[in-house]
């Protein structure tokens, strides 16, 4: 593991959500790797700590986490801009070599067997809350949070410093059609 990467206490795990990121969703079924891209993710809980995401019936790694019962929840990095558009705009039932031909490089976190995406700021390891009306009316997923980790050049402290590291750092907001934002200055309130 990197040693850049430190656990994060689930009391906390929230914190790594709470500013409205794009995500990178991961999931490990039967072999099979899948990573998607998702605008629409919130912290939900905190004890024990749960968040949502929507996965689109269309995706395979809405499959991948229905049939495996947990998912990875990652924040990506401006420096994944092309990586992120990449997963988010190509389907993996039709190009099944989509993640190595995005760039995507999988890690292991703790002892769990899930595909956890390098290169990233936090990662949040779920186990998913069944809510079949949720998902197949909303395509609403819960998770239940089982153990967190970021990068301490960007999160250390219970509290992200991107004031602090390189722009490179910086999560990214979808807004629409492959327009992104970096998440701007820091402002605190006296």
Known sequence: MNDSIKPVSLDKAYRLLNHGPTVLVSARHDGVDGVMAAAWACAL??????????????????????????????????????????????????????????????????????????????WLACRLIVEPHNQQVYDLFIGEVIAAWADERVFRDGRWHFEDADPSWRSLHHVAGGHFYGIGEALTRK
Do not use: H, M, W
Request: overall charge negative.
């Open 45 to 122: 809980d905190f004890e024990p700590p749960k968040l949502t995401v929507v996965l689109d019936k269309i995706t395979a790694t809405r499959v991948l986490v229905e049939g495996s019962g947990q998912f990875v929840i990652q924040v990506p990095t401006a420096a994944q801009l092309e990586l992120t558009y990449q997963v988010g705009s190509r389907r993996l039932n039709d190009e099944p070599g989509k993640l190595a031909e995005s760039g995507v490089e999988l890690l292991t976190l703790g002892d769990l067997d899930l595909p956890f995406v390098a290169g990233c700021s936090a």
